[in-house]
């Protein structure tokens, strides 16, 4: 079955303990992005990958890191978390069409973190 | 730069026909559209990729306004299926695809 995996589903975490949430997809896409969603603000983007070892800073980049050392693979790594990276975190991806979006992107279940 | 949707919420009862807008200030190539079910993921709805072109399933449309640089997203004889939050997104810049806040729908019998 073609999808978007995520791990863990739900997480709660302290301050400063440094965590990662992983994301797989088994559709040979070459986009993958990673999304967080708070109340009234929709979805934000925090790093997209066109492809394997490139990386790009979405709207909100910052205490976030990723990698792309694989295909299929695209953990989001939170060095040292704080409360207000409390949130919703959806990764996606698809495949690309010159340097757009022109097919539809495939979500992930969703991971909810809590960082009191 | 996120397009913006309006209205931000929308409340119908079955049957009732709504029209969710998406516009940008910038240039438009694209728009996708994506509703999201609450406690689910996003689901892809549809693309549009050029200027004037509409598409829809079931009672689900849009159409793709590239001089007014805005998309509209028309649900016809609404039902409770139909409720959740919709969004469109667009590229900008040098990012792919960057959404809108949303627009909540309810649908009420």
């Known amino acids: 079955e073609a999808q978007v995996t995520q791990n863990p589903r739900y997480l709660i975490t302290v301050t400063g303990k440094k965590l990662t949430v992983t994301c797989s997809q088994n559709?040979?896409?070459?986009?993958m992005s990673w999304y967080r969603q708070d109340p009234g603000l929709g979805l934000r983007q925090i790093y997209y990958s066109m492809n394997v070892e490139v990386t790009d800073k979405g709207d909100v980049p910052e205490g976030y890191k990723v990698s792309r050392k694989e295909k299929r693979n695209f953990p989001l790594i939170l060095e040292s978390p704080s409360p207000n990276q409390t949130s919703l975190y959806f990764c996606?991806?698809?495949?690309?069409?010159?340097?757009?979006?022109?097919?539809?992107?495939?979500f992930g279940p969703g991971t909810r973190l809590t960082v009191l | 730069q996120q397009p913006v949707q309006s209205p931000q919420a929308v409340i119908l009862r079955e049957g009732e026909d709504a029209v969710i807008n998406c516009s940008s200030s910038k240039a438009l190539y694209s728009v996708h559209w994506y509703r999201q079910k609450h406690g689910e993921a996003p689901v892809f709805l549809m693309i549009l990729l050029k200027g004037g072109e509409q598409k829809g399933h079931d009672k689900i449309s849009a159409s793709f306004n590239e001089k007014k640089q805005q998309s509209s997203l028309y649900l016809t004889a609404s039902q409770l299926s139909y409720s959740g939050t919709y969004f469109c997104?667009?590229?900008?810049?040098?990012?792919?695809?960057?959404f809108g806040k949303g627009t909540r729908l309810s649908v009420i019998a």
């Open positions: 559709m040979n896409h070459e986009y």
């Open positions: 997104g667009t590229p900008s810049g040098n990012t792919p695809l960057v």
């Open positions: 996606a991806s698809s495949l690309v069409g010159t340097s757009a979006l022109y097919n539809e992107q495939f």
